[in-house]
């Protein structure tokens, strides 16, 4: 069967239909972590582009300048998201890969810790930002993000992940920037 083309306007998916693509992987990274792994929804045309617009509509009414995202699955979703509003990306790499001055920000992940770097002249002062990320946890990554922005003086427009696990009370941790989320997990 042929996939639409990109001038077509599919019936856009369910929420539900979305879900069905997020496959949920025990024990990975380690043992009694419950991974949500979107890789399946990524490799399917249909699903990613309607949870790509999904999400474009979702942060649709923030008032934003830019997008941040984290390596590497953050890059998938504020890639496309940043596209679609045809606004620029911030990249937010781990420690020693990007090539000019940087400035940083670590955090806490529920099963260890990194540092986030973004070069130093990309967040100019006053420029609103709306950080994208794949999945809320437990909210260090895009604490760790919003930090940066605020660091290099910059205003969080907003918050917004394909994924959220409400059980880890992540949200709480983004007070008080509005998050958006797609899909929620509380279990």
Same mark, same amino acid.
């Given at each position: 069967m042929d996939e639409p083309s990109a001038t077509s306007s599919p019936a856009l998916l369910s929420i539900q239909e979305i879900e069905r693509h997020v496959r949920e992987v025990p024990d990975f990274p380690s043992p009694g972590i419950s991974f949500k792994d979107i890789t399946p929804l990524i490799e399917d045309g249909p699903a990613f582009h309607a949870a790509v617009d999904r999400?474009?509509?979702?942060?649709?009414?923030?008032?934003?300048? +830019?997008?941040?995202?984290?390596?590497? #699955?953050?890059?998938?979703?504020?890639?496309?998201?940043?596209? +679609?509003? +045809?606004?620029?990306?911030?990249?937010?790499?781990?420690?020693?890969?990007?090539? #000019?001055?940087?400035?940083?920000?670590?955090?806490?992940?529920?099963?260890?810790?990194?540092?986030?770097?973004?070069?130093?002249?990309?967040? +100019?002062?006053?420029?609103?930002?709306?950080?994208?990320?794949?999945?809320?946890?437990?909210?260090?990554?895009?604490r760790a993000m919003c930090q940066l922005v605020e660091n290099a003086g910059g205003v969080v427009a907003g918050v917004a992940f394909l994924v959220e696990l409400t059980f880890l009370n992540g949200r709480e941790r983004l007070a008080p920037y509005p998050v958006t989320s797609l899909l929620t997990y509380d279990a």
């Open positions: 999400a474009a509509a979702a942060t649709a009414g923030i008032d934003y300048d +830019r997008v941040l995202s984290a390596e590497a #699955r953050g890059f998938v979703f504020g890639t496309a998201l940043a596209y +679609r509003a +045809r606004k620029g990306l911030i990249l937010a790499r781990k420690p020693g890969k990007l090539p #000019r001055e940087t400035i940083s920000a670590s955090y806490d992940l529920e099963y260890g810790s990194n540092t986030l770097h973004v070069h130093a002249d990309s967040i +100019r002062e006053g420029t609103r930002v709306l950080v994208v990320d794949d999945l809320l946890a437990t909210g260090g990554t895009a």
